[in-house]
């Protein structure tokens, strides 16, 4: 009876693709809530900055009437 060859299967260039395609995917999955968080991040502080713009002005136009 023959058994297949572990190693060989291993180093077989379809496992070994899958395996570095998977790595590849889960890097990118980590990439992109990275960004999705650095996105977020910009936009409250974009929202915080266009508040402070906006209370700057208000009491601009206060002490003007």
């Known amino acids: 009876e023959r058994r297949p ?3 060989a ?3 077989s260039p379809v496992l070994r693709d899958k ?3 998977q790595q590849r ?3 990118l ?4 809530n ?3 968080i650095e996105l ?3 936009k409250t502080f974009l929202l915080m900055d266009k508040n402070k713009t906006l209370d700057y002005n208000d009491s601009f136009n206060s002490t003007l009437s």
């Open 5 to 7: 060859n572990i190693n």
């Open 9 to 11: 299967l291993w180093s």
């Open 19 to 21: 395996s570095h395609r």
């Open 25 to 27: 995917i889960s890097q």
């Open 29 to 32: 999955k980590h990439r992109q």
């Open 34 to 36: 990275e960004l999705k």
């Open 40 to 42: 977020a991040m910009t």
